[in-house]
């Protein structure tokens, strides 16, 4: 009674719609795939934070690229068709989207001599920050506090286009992630204080601060210039006075410690300066 014929089915909607019925789950399927290859990623306990969003990143590029394929594929005929129509079209467009094309042709630059991963402390042209996300067309930065000296996350993003990466050089400041070369200066006016007399109490200070991490130190500064092929500042501090035009007396500070300590050694350092300075001075 409710049986149907195969004979009687309308076979033509199907035909006469396939490009964009095989669009849709098309579609569909590498969505659902690309969230189950995620879900699975986020549940390996095995990976750490740093190689999971590399992993999930390299994962929506993937499958926003078979998703592209797919759909050149599926609609091929179509563009056969129209192929002339497209040349002079494509004319127009790549006019139109110059800076499009550029990103585009920034990011296969990025995947060919891979400057930074997702992760990575850059700085590119005049932006800084930690590689949070990377595609085809642009890279998201997390803003570091590299300027001011703390190190730490401003809560500021940065999106910036792929097409820059053609245009400016790009820096990878990932060593900076554990330690650095911390440089410092404090000022004062031009007075009676000798400030090369308070090198000395001051190079004291900053060597009780830094003997908890100094062996350590050592090995990391080694570690670098092996990977860099290049001498760099440090792990021993050092203090430089100079002056100024405006009359000003620079006391300079460099020492290379922990990145999350570098802020915490600033403040108390400036703070045995100025006990020493005022001692000084009271004794004049």
């Not at 569909?28 to 549940?43: D, F, N, P, S, T």
């Not at 004062?188 to 001051?202: A, G, S």
């Not at 570690?223 to 405006?246: C, F, N, Q, Y």
């Not at 915490?264 to 000084?280: A, L, P, S």
């Amino acid at each position: 009674m409710f049986g149907v014929e195969w004979s009687e089915i309308n076979w033509s909607l199907l035909t006469d719609n396939f490009e964009y019925i095989a669009t849709l789950l098309w579609i569909l399927g590498v969505v659902l795939v690309g969230r189950y290859v995620k879900r699975l990623l986020r549940a390996n306990e095995k990976l750490d934070v740093d190689r999971k969003r590399r992993r999930l990143n390299t994962v929506d590029n993937v499958f926003n690229l078979l998703i592209v394929i797919g759909l050149v594929i599926i609609w091929s005929a179509e563009l056969q068709d129209i192929a002339i129509s497209i040349a002079a079209f494509m004319v127009a467009l790549v006019i139109a989207t110059k800076e499009f094309i550029s990103c585009i042709v920034g990011a296969f630059y990025k995947a060919s001599t891979r400057p930074y991963t997702v992760g990575d402390w850059v700085r590119i042209g005049n932006y800084d920050g930690e590689v949070t996300d990377s595609d085809w067309l642009s890279t998201t930065l997390f803003e570091v506090d590299f300027k001011g000296g703390s190190y730490a996350y401003t809560g500021r993003t940065t999106v910036v286009p792929n097409s820059v990466l053609l245009t400016n050089s790009v820096q990878n400041l990932n060593y900076m992630r554990r330690y650095i070369e911390h440089t410092f200066s404090i000022s004062r006016l031009t007075d009676d204080v000798n400030l090369f007399e308070i090198k000395e109490p001051i190079l004291a200070k900053i060597k009780e601060y830094s003997e908890h991490f100094h062996e350590v130190a050592i090995r990391y500064n080694n570690l670098i210039e092996k990977r860099l092929d290049i001498k760099i500042a440090g792990p021993e501090p050092s203090v430089r006075v100079r002056t100024t035009i405006e009359g000003y007396n620079v006391f300079t500070v460099s020492l290379f410690c922990p990145t999350q300590e570098a802020s915490e050694i600033e403040q108390k350092v400036t703070e045995d300066f100025m006990r020493i300075w005022f001692d000084k001075k009271r004794q004049l």
